[in-house]
């Protein structure tokens, strides 16, 4: 994988672990699970985001039993939470539609052509050069 598309997974790694908990509350595996789908990111990559977002105070956890185990740790938005995915996803989109503009992407609108722009002339100038010698 190139270097520069690791960085720009950890990047946006934060904005969409909020996404997903702004959709339904869910436990880190699951979390993990939707992310390697989406975008290819590993589970060993998720639990320190986690604990680094819950000591950020932009999510909460609680406990549920587990039909198949010991009871699993739910994540869920805390206010602060929320107002930081409307912040970074705004941030987001205006950083994104820059960097489609300056590479010029296809689902980026072209400028519209001159509104019936007249057809280039040619312009002649002549120049009277005195002579200064006797």
């Not at 819950?54 to 699993?72: A, I, N, W």
Request: proline content about 7%.
């Amino acid at each position: 994988m190139e270097p520069n598309l690791v960085q720009f997974k950890k990047g946006v790694l934060e904005l969409c672990v909020l996404a997903l908990l702004a959709k339904a509350d869910s436990y880190g595996y699951d979390i993990a699970s939707r992310l390697s789908d989406a975008i290819d990111m590993g589970e060993g990559t998720i639990y320190p985001l986690m604990r680094r977002m819950q000591k950020d105070g932009l999510v909460s956890t609680y406990f549920v039993e587990s039909p198949s185990g010991p009871p699993r740790k739910y994540y869920t938005l805390t206010e602060q939470g929320r107002q930081s995915l409307n912040s970074q996803r705004t941030a987001w989109t205006a950083f994104t539609k820059a960097v489609h503009a300056v590479l010029g992407s296809d689902d980026t609108p072209s400028p519209a052509p001159a509104a019936s722009s007249p057809t280039p002339t040619t312009l002649t100038v002549q120049k009277t050069v005195r002579n200064t010698q006797a």
